[in-house]
């Protein structure tokens, strides 16, 4: 069957990737037309990061059914305001600054990737005199012609849609002493230049790359020391991925930007959202930001963002422990089978061999109902992108890691 959709990033005529007619989903499973049910270790596109529970809905329908009633699952917020509007952008204020109130303004937005738009125009904005944008080479901010541009690790494949936007350098990330000593070095003698530092504390499509908290703390130092603004992208870390709210809380300094987006609603509609800086906002104040889309603030996907808080907010200690459990889980087992890997909280990947070799264990794992990613550089490094609900059960995903394992052994030989 040749599909009348496209199917995105890839070939306009190609088919979806795991190819599967899901029809329904529970708990951590989704299940296809035939009754077949697949743990999603994918957490979706690691946005649902929830899972597929019963409560959260529920909660969610019974506010949507509110806004059908009165016939305004949309309104334009240019022009009308609405209470939940202030009610979401407080809650969520309130959650990101705990008792220091570094934030002060939500921009909402529908996507990580116009998240990324929004704050490379704030950040040139709000010093016209420097306009370079630094980010790292193994990076990954969407697909805009702003993430174009700002993604390092598409730089490549991204060439056709050239000329992309002027005044981007990409660093190595920093993986020892050295390569952090050169980004420094850079800071300092380009500081003068440079607007802006995109980060992403944990570099997810590269392969789950962690960086050092105290490489994060001396990056973000050396910015502040010479007026670079830092814009942290926390749309795939954000939320509990990696165990605690968000990275930044265990950083000595704080951004002055940060993207979200993915789990800010488990997925239910396309949202997100950029929260500002208090000192960056006042910089900022009676400029015209020309930036706009007409489902900015869409009230459906506000109010599932505001239930999806009040759901981590309620169930903030359990999430936790689950997800410090699901880590010491998978690098028990790994270490174990002496396995190589990378992972932080509910982010794993696995390198492999060759892509050979990964096509055909996710196509295996498909097979006995697991779901997991995958990851390729442009090296041609590649691997296992593991990214399980941040309720999975323990015992269910400690019998998939063993599987998963069990089958990575199985395809050396």
Known sequence: MVNSYCVPMGAIDQQPDLNLNITQAEGDYLIDADGKKYLDLRSGLWNVSLGY??????????DFSTLFERKIPFLDIHAYSHEIYQQYAESLLDFLNK?????????????GSEGTELSIKLCRQS???KKTIVSFREGYHGTFFGGMSVSGLDETITQPYEPK???FQFLPYPHDDESLHHILMYLDEKGNEIAAFFLEPVIGSAGTLPIP???????????KENNILVVFDEVATGFYRTGRRF????????PDLLILSKSINNGILPFGAVAI????????????IEHFSTQNGNLLGVTSARNTLEFYQENESWIMENVNAIESIYTQELNDAAIPFRGTGCMLSIPLKSMEQMFELVQRLKTFGIIVYYYVLPDRECGLTIFPPLTVEKETFRRAMKFTIKSILKSMY
């Not at 019963?54 to 019974?62: E, G, V």
């Open 165 to 167: 936007l002027n005044s």
């Open 213 to 223: 908290k105290e490489y994060l703390n001396k990056m973000m130092a050396k910015c």
């Open 247 to 254: 990275m930044f809380d265990d950083l000595d300094f704080v």
């Open 53 to 62: 529970h019963d409560q959260l809905y529920k909660n969610i329908m019974k």
């Open 99 to 111: 008792k220091q109130p570094h934030f002060s303004k939500i921009f909402y937005t529908n996507s």
């Open 277 to 288: 800086r208090a000192g960056l906002s006042e910089k900022l104040k009676g400029h015209h």
């Open 127 to 129: 010093n016209p005199d």
